[in-house]
């Protein structure tokens, strides 16, 4: 991912990775994305965790529209860590980066029975 701006932040390249830490028992990704500008720059994307498919984002709506989803992570992660892998399928160059998708907020959240971790 890229630096945090006021918005959020970019997903930058065609892959982009994340590590969850400290995960212990059910919990999911909440994602707060969007289709940023120029449309194409939307989607799809897969996103995989610890090399295993999760789910596909596509960004509905205008540009900038915020949406919401939740993956399940796996709650059998090894140490607790998960390695989340964004795939996608388009990418822009913006201001001389590699941008793939605008998210407001990624976050990790319980599900019952299970315990909050960190990105």
Known sequence: ???AESWGRWALARRTRLTVRGLR???A?????AAGVPRADAGPCRVLANGHHIGTLVAEGEPWEWQTCE???PADA??????VTFLFHHCNEINGRLR???F??????????GHSASL
């Open 1 to 3: 991912m890229g630096p």
């Open 104 to 113: 407001e907020a990624i976050e990790v959240v319980p599900v019952e029975g």
């Open 100 to 102: 793939a998708m605008p």
């Open 78 to 83: 090894p140490d607790g860590l998960v390695e």
């Open 29 to 33: 990704l909440r994602l707060t994305f």
């Open 71 to 73: 993956l399940a992570l």
């Open 25 to 27: 028992g059910a919990a």
